[in-house]
C-alpha cells in the first residue's frame, strides 16, 4: 500500500494549486481544437504545440510523429501529429502508458450553450462548462498537473511514465492503430499497463473502474431492382420492389423485446457467471435515472441488473435506418429503385466479428432466396470491432481500486460500457498488457453534447486520483 | 356515323394549317406558366390571358373565375383563374365539357435538357421539344384549332362546347373542386358528357382511350417510444426501438410478389370478368418495352396481360420510406426515438378509402399489439381518393373509338392508368355524366421530365382526332 503520509502531501498539494490548475483547463479549452472541420486544422496543431510546451516546462521528453494528410472538406490537409512522452526511465520502477486525446468535438455557441463553448465557464454549482473540459482535455492534462504537483510538493514519481496523445480521436483516430502497432516494438517497449481516461462515471456520485466494452459488426444490406426509382401509381403492383424484399429481411433480425434472431449469434456469447452476477448487484444505478437518459419509461426491463447486463454484456441488434428510400417530410409515392438498409450488431466477448459477419450473410442470403424475388441483393460488413474485456482482478485494477479508496472513501463501482473505444483493444493486443479506463468526469457531463462540462471536484479528485493511482501501482505486487 | 365528306374537307383544313399550329404552339410553350414557383405566377396569368384572347378571336364567350389567393415560398399571392369558355348552345345539339390546363411543370435547360425548354424545338425526326408541349398546351390548343379549322372550312361544328382550363393542376389544383361543384349547377348545366386530354398513349404507335384510374390511401404510421435519439452502444439492447417495431408492422402489409397481406383489403375488389379479359388480349403493349421503362427485368410476371391487370385494375401496395430514421449515405449508430414510416395502397373498383383505412388501421394496431412493445403507434390515413372507371361501352367511348377509326384507321386500345387524375372523379360525381380520357400524346413524351416533347404527327392528328370525336358525337343516338 501507498505511504499515507506521502499520499496525503500530495493531496494537499494538488488543493493548493487547485485554482492554477482551472486556469490551465481554461488556456486548453481555448484552443479550438476541432479536429472534424478542416478551418479548425490550426488549431489543432497549436493545443498539440501547448502540450508540448506543457512536457518542456515539466521536464517530459517527447517525440512528435507525423502521420500525414487527409483529405477533409475536398482539401488535403495535414493531420496533427501523435505525441509521445517519457517521463522517467528508472529500471527499478514499473513503466504506464497513459492515452489521451488533444482534439474535441464541434460546438458552436448557436447549438444551444448556455456560455461560449470554447470560454471556460465556472458556474455557482462549481461546473467548469467548455467545449473538451470533460472529453478529453481535463483527464490529459490532469496527469500532467499530477506530475506538476509532485514536483512542487517535492516527492518523486514512484513509477516511469509514457505518454500518447492524439489529434484526431474524434474524427476516426487517423494514423493511429499505425502508430500503436508501430511503437508497441520502439517507444513503448517496457510498458507494464495501459491506464486511459476517456470515459465517464455511469452515474453522478460514485467512481468506477470501466473493465469492458462492446465490439460492433455495422452491416449494409443493399437490395436493388429497376434501373430508375418509379412511381408506385404506374408502376406499383407489377415490379418486385426492392423496399418490400430490405423490409422482409429486416423482419428477420430481431424481436420486438431485442432478442437477435440470426441462427448462431448468440452461440459464442460468454454464458454469465454467478461471480460476475455479483457484480452488478452493488452497481449504483436506478431504474429512475436510466428513464431519465433515455426521456421515456420504454425500456425492455424494468430490472436494474437486466439493464446493465444487456447494455454491457449481451449483445444486442439496432436497425439504423434505410439509404436511398423516402425520407422526407410529406407524401411522396416513390417506388425507391435501390434501398440501402443498416444495421449494426454489439458485439460481446467471445463474439468474432469475422464469424459474425458470415453468419450475418449466410441468414440473409437464405432469407432473401426464400423471398422468390428477382431484386438483388448485396449483403457488406462495412466495420468490425471485436469487443474488449480485462480482468478486474489484473493489479492494474487492484492499484486503481485502492486509488478511489484513497480519495473517495468507497470502493468503486466496476462498469462496462455498451459502445466502444476500439483504441482500447488496439492497445491491449498491440502491446498484449492490461489496459485500464479510469474515468474522471461523471456520466452527465455531456461529451458530445452542448453545454460539456467536467465538475471542478471531478478534475480535482481526478488529480489526486491519477497520482494516487501511480503510487498504487508502485506499491502493488505485479503477478 | 359522321359524313366522311365534311370530315374529309375538316381533316384537308388542318393538314393545310399545320404549321401556322405549330406556330400557335410555340407561341404558347414560349409564355413560362409554371404555377409551382411563385416567381413564375406572372407568367400562369399571362398563359390565361393569351387563351382568353383566343377564345375572342374564335368567338367563344368566356368567364374568369376568380379563386383568390395562396401563401407560396412565404408570400400571398393570387392564383390564376378557372377559365370557362362557351362555343354554341343549340338546344338541338349535345354539349360536351372540355377539361385542359394552362400550366406546366418546372424546367430548367440545366436540368439536362438538349434545348431551351420555353423554346418549342422541331427535330429532324419531328418532334416538337419543350415544356408543355404535350402536358398540356398542346391538347388544349388543339381543341380551339379544331374549331378554328371548322370556321375555316367553312363547317359548322355539330356540338355545343363548354371548356373549363385551369391553372393550378401541376400545384394541387387549387380551388378546382369547388368550381367544378359550383359551376355544376349553372355554366355547366347542360353537359352531356366530358372529355379530358390529358393523359398519354400506352405505348408509341397506337391510340387508346383511357376509362379507368386507380385511386390511393396515403399512411403514415408512426411509432414513438423514447425522448429522444440515442446512441445504439449505449442503450442498445435496453430499450424497445421504435424502428424494430415499425419494421416489423411493415412486414405484415404485403408479400415479396405484391400480395397484400391486410384481411379483408381484396374482399371489394371487382371480380374480373371474361368480358373485361377479352380487353386486355389485343392491347399493343410488350414485355420488352416494360422492362425497357423500369430499366430492369424484375417485373413480378412476365405476362403481357397480368402486368396490365396489376397496374390498372387490381390494388397494390408500396412502402415508399421512413421519416426520422437514418437516412443519410455512411454509418450512424442512432437509434431514432421516432419513425415514421408511409405507404400507400393505390384502390380500384370497389374499395372505398374509408373502409381501406378502417381496415389498415384496425389491423396494424392488434399486430401492434402482438409485439408486446412499450412503444405508442399511430396509424393517419393522410391523403385518400376513390378509383375511377367508366364504361366504355358509353355512347360518349363509342364516339370517340370510331373518330380514332376516322383518323388513325385502328381500333383503339382500351386502357386504364395505374396513377391517379383525381378532377376525372370529381367531373364524374359532380356533373354525373361520362368522363373520357382522350390522349393526345404518346407514352414516350415524358410529360413531367427533360425533354418533354409532343410529335408534330400527334399534335395535327390529335386536332383532327378531337374534331372527329364531336362529329361522332353528333351522329350517334345517345342513350
Ligand atoms: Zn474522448
Ligand atoms: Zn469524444
Ligand atoms: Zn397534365
Ligand atoms: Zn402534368
Known sequence: MADPVVLKTFFDKVDNLQDHYVERLREAVAIKSVSADAAFRDEVFKMGQWLVELFQKLGVSHESVDIGTQVLDGKTIKLPPII????????????????????????LLEDGWNSSPFDLTETPKHQLIGRGSSDDKGPVIGWLNAIEAHQKAGIELPVNLKFCFEGMEESGSEGMDEVILKESKRYFVGVDAVCISDNYWLGVTKPCLTYGLRGISYFKITVSGPGRDLHSGVFGGTVH???????????????????????????????LTEKENKIYESIEFTLDEYHAAIESKTTIHDDKIK????????????????????SAPGMKTVLPAKVIGKFSIRLVPHMEPDRVNALVEKFLTEEFAKLGSKNTLNVECAHGAKAWVASPDHWNYVAAAKAVERVFNVHPDYTREGGSIPITLTFQDALNKNVLLLPMGRGDDGAHST?????RSNYIEGIKLFGAYLHEVAAIKAD
Open 84 to 107: 509521445l512522452g517519457t517521463y522517467g526511465n528508472d529500471p527499478n520502477k514499473k513503466t504506464i502508458l497513459i492515452y489521451g486525446h488533444y482534439d474535441v468535438q464541434p460546438a
Open 241 to 271: 420492389e426492392p423496399m418490400t424484399d430490405l423490409i422482409l429481411l429486416f423482419s428477420k433480425l430481431v424481436s420486438p423485446s431485442g432478442e437477435i434472431l440470426i441462427p448462431g449469434i448468440n452461440d459464442d456469447v460468454e454464458p
Open 307 to 326: 439493464i446493465l447486463q444487456h447494455r454491457w454484456r449481451f449483445p444486442s441488434l439496432s436497425i439504423h435506418g434505410i439509404e436511398g428510400a423516402f
Open 451 to 455: 453545454n460539456e462540462k467536467l465538475d
